[in-house]
C-alpha cells in the first residue's frame, strides 16, 4: 500500500515504477526512512524489463 500511495495512481507504467524504487532505494540509506525495503537485485530486474 505504500507504493501505491508513493506513486500516487493506480495505473502505473513499467518506468514510472522503476523510478520511484530508484528514490526509494536512494533514500533508504537514511535513518528516518520508514518505506518498502529494497533490493539492488529487485532494481536490476525491473530495468530488465523495461529495456527494448
Known amino acids: 500500500m505504500k507504493i501505491i500511495s508513493?506513486?500516487?495512481n493506480s495505473n502505473v507504467e513499467m518506468a514510472e515504477l522503476?523510478?520511484?524504487f530508484n528514490?526509494?532505494?536512494t533514500q533508504q540509506k537514511?535513518?528516518?526512512y520508514?518505506?518498502?525495503p529494497i533490493a539492488t537485485t529487485i532494481i536490476?530486474?525491473?530495468k530488465n524489463?523495461?529495456?527494448p
Open 6 to 8: 508513493g506513486l500516487d
Open 18 to 20: 522503476v523510478d520511484y
Open 23 to 25: 528514490k526509494q532505494y
Open 30 to 32: 537514511y535513518n528516518d
Open 34 to 36: 520508514d518505506g518498502v
Open 44 to 46: 536490476s530486474k525491473l
Open 49 to 51: 524489463l523495461i529495456k
